[in-house]
């Protein structure tokens, strides 16, 4: 059993009440149900968190560095300002995928570059609230794939 965090950025707490027609009408409370239930099916445990501060998601990265064996992000608006939260991803070792509810290569040109996918294993946008059960799918198949020297 490994531990994965599911991290979420700016805004993300409103998911539901926020744009519907953008973000859809599962709250964060529903992904977080449906993240834990897909992990404990998989046999892993995870730990799901939302802040609008941008230290605290450096924190939990952080953390994750201890005792986490992947990454799942939403940095939100985050994606495209965080140099700092890119930075403290290159500090840590396991699988990180990247999450976008809807499409941003779709919508405004300011979300089109994206700091964290500098480093993350694998992007997925525009899949809705299923992107994040898909990232937790791909972290899980990562963490079963022995590490090349
Ligand atoms: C988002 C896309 C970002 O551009 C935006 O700032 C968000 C949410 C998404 O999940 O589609 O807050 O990351």
């Known amino acids: 059993m490994s531990l994965i965090y599911v991290l979420n950025g ?21 992904v977080e149900a449906d993240c834990r239930k897909l992990a404990s099916e998989l046999g892993h445990e995870i730990r799901f968190h939302q802040s609008n501060r941008e230290y ?14 992947g990454i799942v992000i939403n940095p939100a608006a985050f994606t495209h300002t965080s140099l700092a939260i890119l930075d403290a991803l290159n500090t840590f070792e396991g699988p990180v995928i990247e999450i976008h509810i809807s499409n941003v290569h779709k919508r405004e040109s300011f979300r089109h570059h994206s700091f964290v996918s500098h480093r993350a294993d694998g992007v997925i946008a525009g899949l809705g609230t299923e992107g994040y059960q898909l990232g937790i799918r791909r972290v899980a198949t990562m963490l079963k794939v022995p590490k090349k020297e």
Not at 10 to 30: C, S, V
Not at 57 to 63: F, P, V
């Open 56 to 69: 605290e998601i450096i924190d939990w990265i952080h953390e994750a560095r201890e005792d986490g064996a």
């Open 10 to 30: 700016p805004n993300l707490n409103l998911l539901g009440k926020r744009q519907p027609r953008i973000y859809g009408h599962e709250t964060l409370a529903d």
